[in-house]
């Protein structure tokens, strides 16, 4: 094992271990095991992808992704403030260093849709370490574990978990045709788009379930 071997196993150490202590308190929905899942499959994304995306990059920018997210408040530091002990390693670029605070708030869905309603969507398109990181969050948000996500987040902000006449669009349930069922539709890689599928099929499998055991309630 040559030196940088080792330097590049001390960044991810140090990474993991911040990420997991700062996300100790997090919901189910974004804890330190999403995380570890959205690390896990970006890599094996970044292993299909030709040619091969930036493996350091994408892993580093798969273990932060959530650190600037809806948990954030306005006394947080900023992104950059925060990531600078890890950014700042030897065996990383500035040049990498630089992607990574890129990468970050462009990965969520909510983050492209805004950006493509204003045209500014461009290095975007050919970032494949971008789409490593991206797809496998939203695959995360989708299937059987992304149910369990959407239930587990709703508890965390009270939302309801069925649709409700007097509340009309703001139940869990209603969330899967305002985002969940549309994930699918953006995938950005083959590996992707393949298993989005999938996970896709299992949700609509689930709603359908649910509107049948509903139906006892009429």
């Known amino acids: 094992m040559t030196v940088s071997d080792h330097s590049y196993e001390d960044l991810l150490k140090k990474a993991e271990n911040f990420v997991r202590d700062h996300m100790a308190g997090y919901d189910p929905s974004h804890d330190w095991p999403h995380v570890d899942r959205v690390r896990r499959v970006a890599i094996r994304i970044a292993k299909t992808l030709e040619p091969q995306p930036d493996m350091l990059v994408v892993e580093l920018a798969a273990l932060f992704h959530d650190l600037d997210d809806k948990y954030r408040t306005e006394s947080s530091p900023t992104l950059s403030d925060l990531l600078s002990p890890f950014l700042s390693h030897p065996c990383l670029t500035s040049n990498q260093a630089e992607l990574i605070l890129k990468i970050i708030p462009n990965i969520s869905y909510t983050s492209e849709i805004k950006s493509r309603s204003k045209n500014q969507w461009t290095w975007q398109d050919e970032c494949k370490e971008l789409f490593a990181v991206q797809d496998s969050d939203?695959?995360?948000?989708?299937?059987?574990?992304?149910?369990?996500?959407?239930?587990?987040?709703?508890?965390?902000?009270?939302?309801?978990?069925?649709?409700?006449?007097?509340?009309?669009?703001?139940?869990?349930?209603?969330?899967?045709?305002?985002?969940?069922?549309?994930?699918?539709?953006?995938?950005?890689?083959?590996?992707?788009?393949?298993?989005?599928?999938?996970?896709?099929?299992?949700?609509?499998?689930?709603?359908?379930?649910?509107?049948?055991?509903?139906?006892?309630?009429?």
């Open 138 to 218: 939203r695959l995360d948000a989708i299937g059987s574990i992304g149910i369990m996500r959407c239930s587990a987040f709703s508890c965390k902000i009270n939302r309801k978990l069925l649709h409700d006449n007097e509340d009309d669009g703001h139940g869990a349930e209603d969330h899967f045709e305002e985002k969940l069922l549309k994930i699918r539709d953006r995938m950005k890689t083959p590996f992707g788009r393949e298993e989005a599928e999938r996970r896709h099929q299992t949700m609509v499998s689930f709603l359908e379930s649910l509107q049948k055991e509903k139906e006892l309630l009429q």
